[in-house]
């Protein structure tokens, strides 16, 4: 949070302003917000978008209200026509209010909220841009249909997989770089990643990533997929309530050892490649990869809902939703 919130140290900041507000009632601090100004957004997209982020306030609809106010005051200075968020600070962050599944805890680099939000934010005006769905399934055995079709992939494309090479690790972030942007550029909010923000983020990442989790997909030795999944590290965090360093750091290395929940963060294919099969095969090595190490459950998402395509080969593949996020817009 520290990294992300440091506008010297985080590469979001060379194309976006960001400004940090706090809502104050008798001198005590009642809420705060993120208003957010991404100029790259708005050149990918050619709109006039502003957002907000990193929300939090008491149950009162008053300083819901107020805090909300301060952003659309903020963004509307800077040229903006809508206001949507939470978003913390894009998409490619943490993003989204949670609307269903409160149920259960957040895996890594996903946020949560009291369900109380959903209607302060709709109280304030805002509505519905877009749905994001998060998916679950168990590690088990693949599925003979994942099985199959990967196979079937391999013999008519001689397409194959392989995982993350740490010692080359420098050239496979290169690598990444180039597959990212080219794999998600029609995504509906998309912002690409410039790549100082994927050596940041590659950097935050190395030391929890397992390589054989990372699997490239390539085809004569060029590479046209590939999937990023990480140990839910949610899970050890959590050991540390109060989040003091020590003795915090002790109980939660050793919680680390025995992390068996994933989440599966990035799938991304070259467009000439989608609807070949690509992702099962990505899947089929990441599944066994992940039963091997004694892995037992995983989150794939978040997608869009109106991703028809990598929302029904994650039904065929045996995931189901269990929890959704949403966007919300408001004109200024």
């Not at 100029?39 to 909300?68: C, I, M, P, S, W």
């Not at 978003?87 to 490619?92: D, G, I, L, M, R």
């Not at 890594?108 to 209607?119: G, Q």
Request: a neutral charge; glycine letters at 8%.
């Amino acid at each position: 949070m520290e990294l992300l919130l440091s506008r010297e140290k985080n590469p979001f900041f060379e194309h976006a302003e960001a400004e940090y507000l706090l809502a104050e009632r008798g001198g005590e601090v009642v809420g705060r917000i993120a208003a957010i100004s991404n100029r790259l957004h708005n050149e990918t997209h050619g709109d006039r978008v502003g957002f907000f982020g990193l929300f939090e306030t008491v149950d009162d609809q008053a300083v819901a209200d107020r805090l909300l106010e301060a952003a659309t005051d903020w963004c509307r200075a800077k040229g903006h026509d809508v206001l949507r968020g939470p978003a913390s600070f894009s998409v490619n962050d943490e993003c989204g209010l949670l609307v269903d599944g409160f149920e259960t805890p957040p895996a890594l680099m996903m946020p949560h909220n009291p369900r109380r939000y959903v209607d302060l934010v709709e109280g304030a005006g805002f509505a519905k841009a877009k749905d994001l769905l998060v998916y679950q399934t168990a590690v088990e055995p693949a599925p003979a249909r994942l099985v199959e079709g990967a196979e079937r992939l391999e013999r008519r494309y001689g397409v194959t997989t392989r995982p993350l090479a740490i010692s080359r690790f420098a050239a496979e972030v290169e690598l990444v770089k180039r597959l990212y942007n080219a794999a998600w550029e029609r995504n509906w909010g998309f912002v690409p990643l410039t790549g100082r923000e994927i050596e940041h983020l590659a950097r935050q990442l190395k030391s929890v990533v397992v390589p054989e989790l990372v699997v490239f997909a390539e085809r004569e030795g060029k590479p046209i997929g590939f999937g990023i999944t990480l140990p839910d590290l949610n899970v050890a965090l959590k050991r540390n309530p109060t989040g003091r360093f020590f003795p915090g750091i002790l109980r939660v290395l050793w919680a680390a050892r025995r992390i068996d929940r994933l989440r599966v963060l990035l799938l991304g294919i070259l467009p000439e490649w989608r609807g070949k099969g690509v992702d099962a095969l990505l899947y089929r090595r990441i599944w066994e990869e992940a039963s091997r190490k004694g892995y037992r459950w995983a989150e794939a998402g978040w997608i869009l809902e109106d991703n028809l395509a990598m929302r029904n080969a994650l039904t065929r593949m045996g995931f189901e939703v269990y929890k959704t996020y949403r966007l919300y817009d408001r004109p200024l």
